[in-house]
């Protein structure tokens, strides 16, 4: 398919220069041969202006009248010559030919020629020979004229001359180079062809490549990358996307195989201890009640704890999943006190400061930004000792955006804990207390996340440790 691909575009890129190239030279050629043409119809009527002078003197001077047999020696040049009377009529006239003497057929003329015809040049075609084409002009002799058309007749008058020089030569030139123009155009675009398949040929080779690299991860060996020669080229600039997106790939796929391995990790243990009592209440060791009291009890925590699992990834898979959350707004000072009501009854010697600075409304999912302030300060109920003060602050900031934190005085976290604190299914030094199974902070930022926000971590060993979340202003 690749290959296809390959051809396909490289056969439409050829096409493209040849046709651009073709109609450039089309144009080219068209605009040649226009202006030749007109510059030759141009000279025909020069001549025939310069004849209308000569025959106009000829005839002024002459004292006898025309012999129909002379008419040539009025034109010289081998141009057609017609004598008309008053009424329009052909009393005489030459029998037409080209510049080499050759006889071809006369102007057709209209019978009788009109007043006023060809007084500026013309074009008519020949008689009985429409590819032959003449210029044409009429002039008045100067004065009444006669001419004899045959030895012993009367003499005829003539009153106008009609004066005609064929084209056939200069449309045979032009005719000529019509054809020599096709011919050296149709060469000139095979050479075109041809280079342009040698030049595309040689500038798809990093396409050509990208399709292999990628055919080959496709495949299976997601190590491949595609090598970058000129990264400041534009397929410079494709191949580095595409080793980003490659290497986004895999990082995505590390995390997707990471992340089902912590989950069946942290699913082994409860589903161990549950089928651990549910073993020896099969095998009659929980006859005594207070063991049997125990084991269920064990076996509904180990559930309970299961499920708050699967609940907290079933969320984590909605996030990812881009779902819309509600949007609606509320009193964030409320949802607050709430949160840090419901703490202090949890731990009621945990000293916990509220601190919010007037009446702030936010916008978002309510319930989902409650998770994420309860999930905080179980974060510090959880990591820090028994009596550890700790404060909630929130404050609108001046571009109309809200900043929440929740800052305690534990012992704080290294900069390699800080730095892996929102991975989930990642839990840090386990002495600080017991742990969860390591999505609560992965929650908190994937809920700021889909709000728009940001979560952020300052800590140091020994300083305590802040988590702020900033959501953005409601719009």
């Not at 102007?107 to 429409?130: E, K, Y």
């Not at 006190?337 to 916990?352: E, G, N, Q, S, Y």
Request: proline content about 7%; overall charge neutral; glycine content about 10%.
């Amino acid at each position: 398919m690749a290959r296809a691909w390959r051809g396909s575009l490289r056969a439409r890129l050829i096409a493209g220069v040849i046709l651009l190239a073709a109609l450039g030279m089309v144009a080219v050629n068209a605009a040649s041969l226009i202006g030749l043409r007109l510059y030759l119809i141009e000279a025909a009527d020069a001549q025939l202006g310069q004849a209308r002078t000569a025959v106009q003197q000829n005839l002024t001077s002459r004292t006898t009248p025309v012999s129909a047999t002379d008419l040539d020696s009025l034109l010289p040049g081998g141009a057609y010559l017609a004598l008309l009377d008053q009424n329009g009529a052909v009393v005489a006239q030459t029998a037409a030919g080209g510049l080499d003497g050759r006889p071809i057929p006369r102007p057709d003329l209209p019978a009788p020629v009109p007043a006023g015809f060809a007084r500026h040049a013309v074009t008519v075609s020949g008689r009985g020979a429409p590819t032959v084409r003449y210029r044409t002009l009429s002039f008045p002799a100067g004065a009444p004229a006669e001419v004899r058309t045959a030895p012993g007749t009367p003499p005829a008058t003539f009153s106008t001359v009609v004066a005609a020089t064929s084209l056939g030569p200069s449309e045979d030139i032009v005719y000529w180079l019509i054809g020599a123009d096709a011919i050296a155009t149709l060469a000139v675009l095979m050479g075109i062809a041809l280079l342009s398949r040698g030049v595309l040929r040689v500038s798809l080779h990093p396409l050509r490549d990208m399709a292999a690299t990628a055919t080959a991860i496709a495949d299976g060996d997601p190590g491949q990358r595609i090598q970058v020669a000129r990264p400041d080229s534009e397929l410079g600039e494709v191949g580095t996307a595409l080793n980003r997106a490659f290497d986004e790939r895999q990082r995505y796929e590390e995390r997707l195989r990471q992340f089902v391995a912590d989950a069946s990790h942290e699913l082994r243990t409860p589903l161990t201890s549950i089928s651990g009592w549910a073993q020896l209440h099969l095998h009659g060791l929980t006859r005594d009640p207070v063991l049997l009291e125990r084991a269920m009890l064990r076996i509904e925590s180990e559930a309970a704890r299961m499920h708050a699992m699967v609940e907290e990834l079933l969320l984590l898979a909605r996030l990812d999943q881009g779902r819309p959350l509600a949007r609606s707004p509320f009193d964030l000072g409320r949802l607050i006190t709430d949160a840090v009501a419901d703490t202090r009854l949890l731990a009621p010697d945990r000293p916990i400061a509220v601190d919010v600075q007037g009446r702030i409304t936010a916008c978002g999912d309510e319930e989902r930004l409650r998770q994420v302030l309860r999930n905080l300060l179980n974060n510090v109920l959880r990591h820090t000792p028994s009596g550890t003060p700790a404060a909630v602050t929130a404050r609108s900031l001046p571009d109309g955006a809200i900043e929440l934190a929740v800052a305690d005085e534990g012992p704080g976290m290294d900069r390699e804990t800080a730095s892996r604190v929102f991975e989930r299914f990642y839990r840090g030094d386990e002495a600080r207390g017991p742990g969860g199974a390591g999505l609560g902070l992965g929650i908190v930022k994937s809920i700021a996340e889909a709000h728009g926000g940001t979560v952020s971590v300052r800590t140091a060993p020994g300083q305590g440790t802040t988590f702020t979340v900033t959501l953005p202003a409601a719009r």
